[in-house]
């Protein structure tokens, strides 16, 4: 994996409607992710937070069927440009939300960098939805569709290209709550999904190798989105769709581990962590150890 590590926090809690989640990165970096990741011989630089904008959350107007529209697209351009400049400089771009409408800029400032980029979608939830299948106009709920280049013109065309990934280069771990428009996207598009019905079946083991075989050959670099919801809430309770029987947090440890031993992820972003509705700061802790065996920490 790339040495020169770039981080980047995204306080962004405008994709949902729930206050708290812009917190995120800072709970992660005093979590102590930076120390961590220099303990393991990383060359840190943290660029700090990207500037979002605020809208007025008593007048907020819907465009589109979208909630806060105009100030998702700025932050995702700005973050957008942030990560495509890391990109340029050779850097590994590590990304701390915020929600996971954050995904938008992060993908959008990779994926020109690649012909083939795939994608690690581990998340309890498929974020495929559009204007016309949301049932609550929240962004968080849409990024991996809008990559596809689905939706709103605003955000699918971030940094004037679209789209930004292919849907057979997508994999969903630990989907349980999809909503009936993201099933019929799945469908028609041929999108690799492991439910928990899977996993559970499989096991975490056999989910890894398999994915990592599926990308073998097949791309030429791997995005991690990791939803620190796709955990069960008793491992990461600090998330704001928290869905009961989710991954644990020795399955999801054991999931980085194989990745970073097959050295394949070449970006990431860790989303959700909500501090207000953590349990003295748990899931940020958690989150700063799924990073640490993602970059390679191990017991011996």
Known sequence: MNNQLSVIGVPMDLGQNRRGVDMGPSAIRYAGVIERLERLNYDIEDLGDIKISHANRKEVELEDKLRNLKEVTDGNERLALAVKKVVEEDRFPLVLGGDHSIAIGTLAGIASHYNNLGVIWYDAHGDL????????????????AVNLGIGNEKLINI???????????????????????????????????????????????????????????????????????????????????????????????????????????TSAEFVEVNPILDEKNKTATVAVGLMASLFGDKLK
């Not at 290209?161 to 909503?179: F, H, M, T, V």
């Not at 598009?189 to 398999?210: A, F, N, P, Q, T």
């Open 129 to 144: 939805n559009s204007s016309e299948t949301s049932p609550t106009g929240n962004i968080h709920g849409m990024p991996l």
């Open 159 to 265: 940094l004037d290209y679209q789209p930004k990934i292919k849907p057979e280069n997508i994999i969903i771990i630990g989907a349980r709550s999809l909503d009936e428009g993201e099933k019929e996207l799945i469908k028609e598009k041929g999108i690799k999904v492991y439910s928990m019905h899977e996993v559970d079946r499989l096991g975490m083991s056999k989910v890894i190798e398999e994915t990592i075989e599926y990308f073998k050959d097949r791309v030429d670099g791997v995005h991690l989105s990791l939803d620190l919801d796709g955990l069960d809430p008793n491992d990461a309770p600090g998330v704001g769709t928290p869905v009961i029987g989710g991954l644990s947090y020795r399955e999801s440890h054991l999931a980085m581990e194989m990745l970073s031993e097959a050295d394949i992820i």
